[in-house]
């Protein structure tokens, strides 16, 4: 346990998850060190809920994804594990692929060599044959996909809410512990 993850964000639509899962981390101790790729700012632009500095300032370290330099790029910096949500096609085919040419797609493939959790949460629809590859690929490399599906089975009362239980879940696959709604079992 270091208390420290890495949150990657990418240009697939749902920014939202991004911002749900830097506010569940800002109430925990964990050390956030976050990643926005270019796409993810154009995104930011267009959703307008969320301005890239209002998610900038949810990190505690904030890297530029051209930096390959910087610290989640080498196995040495001890982290309990990677995010990456959304993840865009263009990403998850970079790590299904080993071809880590920015810090988000060097620091996946340091958490797959490292065997520390990686979780994926890749955003589109339809999904094409590649597409659906590449998450057979990082599966069997040791990511955790983690579509974010949304469940309506406990009736959220609201689109933050859907989104904030999901994300809980995705986090709790690094050992990140907040709180979301249990399922207690069907009524009788
Ligand atoms: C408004 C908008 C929505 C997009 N939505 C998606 C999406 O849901 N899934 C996806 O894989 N790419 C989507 N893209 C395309 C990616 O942003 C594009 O492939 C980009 O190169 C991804 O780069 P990155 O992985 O470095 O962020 C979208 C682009 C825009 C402008």
Known sequence: MTDRVIVGVTGA????????????????????????????????????????????ELGDVVHDVDNIGASP????????GMIITPCSMKTLAEIAHGHSRNLITRSADVALKERRPLVLMPRETPFNRI???NMLSVTDAGAIVVPPFPAFYQNPDSIEAMVANTMARALSHLGVDVDYEEWQGLGR
């Open 73 to 80: 790029a080498s196995g040495s910096f001890r982290n309990d």
């Open 131 to 133: 597409h659906i590859e």
């Open 13 to 56: 639509t749902g920014q939202i998850y991004a911002v749900s899962a830097l506010r569940l981390l800002d109430e925990t101790d964990y050390e956030v060190h976050l990643i926005l790729s270019n796409a993810a700012k154009v995104n930011l632009r267009q959703e307008r809920d969320h301005s890239v500095g209002d998610v900038t």
